[in-house]
Nanobody
């Protein structure tokens, strides 16, 4: 049985940083890539970042490139999304997800999801 449990997030001021965590219980799922997505009210869920199983490959949406960093700690079975220089446009519910192959920007290609965590950026 696969389960993803997210933590972190909350309310932050413009320009500040926040880290999201995603604890993975993968059972017999084996190796996986981890992705991060976000969804704002009235908008579709959009790709934010992804990291391969080994951590050697990462990918970012243009809107977060240079501000966000994705990482993972196998020993802790946890993935991380470090979000910096936040703007109000980053306000959204953030989700982590896993899939067998390396990343896809299409949320439909990710079978397992965390519960989501709200990040609200205000001035």
């Amino acid at each position: 049985q696969v389960a993803l449990v997210q933590s972190g997030g909350g309310s932050v001021q413009v320009g500040n940083s926040v880290m999201l965590e995603c604890l993975v219980s993968a059972g017999t799922f084996g190796t996986y890539a981890m992705g991060w997505f976000r969804q704002s009210p009235g908008k579709e869920r959009e790709f934010v970042a992804a990291i391969s199983w080994t951590g050697e490959r990462t990918a970012y949406a243009d809107s977060v490139e240079g501000r966000f960093t994705v990482s993972k700690d196998h020993a802790k079975k946890t993935g991380y999304l470090q979000m910096g220089t936040l703007t109000p446009e980053d306000t959204a519910i953030y989700y982590c997800a896993i899939r067998k192959d390396y990343y896809s920007k299409r949320s439909q290609m990710w079978p397992y999801w965390g519960q989501g965590t709200q990040v609200t950026v205000s001035s």
